[in-house]
Every structure is written in C-alpha cells, then in structure tokens.
Nanobody, 126 residues
Framework: QVQLVESGGGLVQAGGSLRLSCTASGRTFSNYAKAWFRQAPGKEREFVAA????????GYADSVKGRFTISRDNAKNTVYLEMNSLKPTDTAVYFC???????????????????WGQGTQVTVSS
C-alpha cells in the first residue's frame, strides 16, 4: 500500500508560479509512471501531465504545454510539477497519481492510475 501526499499549493496572481510536490510513503512504486490531474468545482477530473518510470518520457495536456514541467526524483520517491505563467483557468485541486503496472512511457487516463493523493488547492487570481 502506498500513500501519496501533495504539497505546494496556494494562492497566486495570474502570471505567477508555483511548484507542487508529491511524496510517496509506505511501499513505493518509483519505477512506475506518475501523473498530475486537476479538478475544478463542478468539473470532471482532467489530465495535466505525466512522466515515465525513468523520467525520460513526459506528456502534457495542450492547455499547459510550454508552461508546466513535470519531473521526478526516484531516490526521494517524489514527483514535481513546476507551474509557470499561471492563469485563472488553472485554478483547481491538483492530484498526483501513481500507476500500479509497468509501462515504458506513461498513462493519461485517470482510471489507469491506482494510487491518488488527497489533492492540493491551487488558486490563481485574475
């Protein structure tokens, strides 16, 4: 069993930056893909970014491409999401997720991830 804990959320003005962290405790799956999803009130959870087991392959939603960067440090069992040029439309609860099966790349659908964090709120003011 693995627990994922996100941190780094907060309130920021449009154009600002935040760095989210997600650390796994207990049994870890650092060799599996990890991802970030987000969910705004009244909206469905959407894919944001994902990273492969080695960190050599990454993928991003079109809405964040060029602004967000996902990375991981397997020695620390941690995945990061660097968010730059934030927009009010980025406002959401951000969740990290860990896959429970192997892939050479990553998954982009929520149902493909078995472990989830509690979420951290990101609010971007206009």
């Amino acid at each position: 069993q693995v627990q994922l804990v996100e941190s780094g959320g907060g309130l920021v003005q449009a154009g600002g930056s935040l760095r989210l962290s997600c650390t796994a405790s207990g049994r870890t799956f650092s060799n599996y893909a990890k991802a970030w999803f987000r969910q705004a009130p009244g909206k469905e959870r959407e894919f944001v970014a994902a990273i492969s087991w080695s960190g050599s392959s990454t993928g991003y939603a079109d809405s964040v491409k060029g602004r967000f960067t996902i990375s991981r440090d397997n020695a620390k069992n941690t995945v990061y999401l660097e968010m730059n040029s934030l927009k009010p439309t980025d406002t959401a609860v951000y969740f990290c997720a860990a896959a429970t099966s192997y892939t050479r790349t990553y998954f982009t659908k929520a149902y493909e991830y078995g472990y989830w964090g509690q979420g951290t709120q990101v609010t971007v003011s206009s």
